[in-house]
């Protein structure tokens, strides 16, 4: 990458198998600490797709969203907003936003920097802007990304309908 060169998609497929980010989760401390290394790796190299504008597969960015979520805690917190920030990259999408004067400019901040500052940015996610994550997914790959998508989503908690037993008084 800091060549210039574009990486291919076979690139990504050896990553995300030398990673074994496809794995059950673990609990021992020393897989979790080797965790963090490999999701820090991992949004180096999501930040370096941002910054040429690439889109990568939907195997890595599946494998990634795993990896959050098998790592739990701010992890997968990032994973969930790494999937809130995708763009479906096999459609064009054009938006033309009308800038008002009295908006407050947002800082950017790039993922690893994201991940490293958490503390700071905690509570002023609304002042900062991730960056986007271009995904392409093939008719293959789709259903493991909504898969590793829905392991990473925070969502309200449903509630279980409770059923009564009516018992008949003699």
Request: aromatic share 8%.
């Amino acid at each position: 990458m800091r060549r210039g060169f574009i990486p291919s998609k076979k690139t990504l497929q050896i990553i995300t198998l030398n990673l074994n980010l496809f794995q059950k989760k673990g609990s021992s401390k020393a897989a979790s600490e080797e965790g963090n290394e490999k999701f820090t790796f991992l949004l180096s190299v999501l930040d370096s797709f941002d910054k040429r504008k690439l889109q990568f597969s939907g195997q890595f960015y599946a494998g990634m969203l795993f990896e959050g979520a098998r790592l739990g805690g701010l992890e997968k917190k990032i994973a969930s907003l790494i999937s809130q920030s995708k763009i479906d990259a096999s459609h064009l999408n054009v938006h033309i936003d009308d800038v008002k004067s009295n908006t407050k400019a947002k800082r950017s901040v790039s993922w690893t920097d994201f991940l490293q500052e958490y503390s700071q940015f905690r509570d002023h996610l609304d002042e900062i802007v991730l960056p986007a994550v271009r995904v392409k997914a093939t008719e293959g790959e789709i259903r493991q990304v909504l898969v590793a998508e829905r392991g990473v989503a925070y969502g309200r908690s449903r509630e279980r309908k409770r059923h009564t037993r009516t018992t008949l008084v003699r």
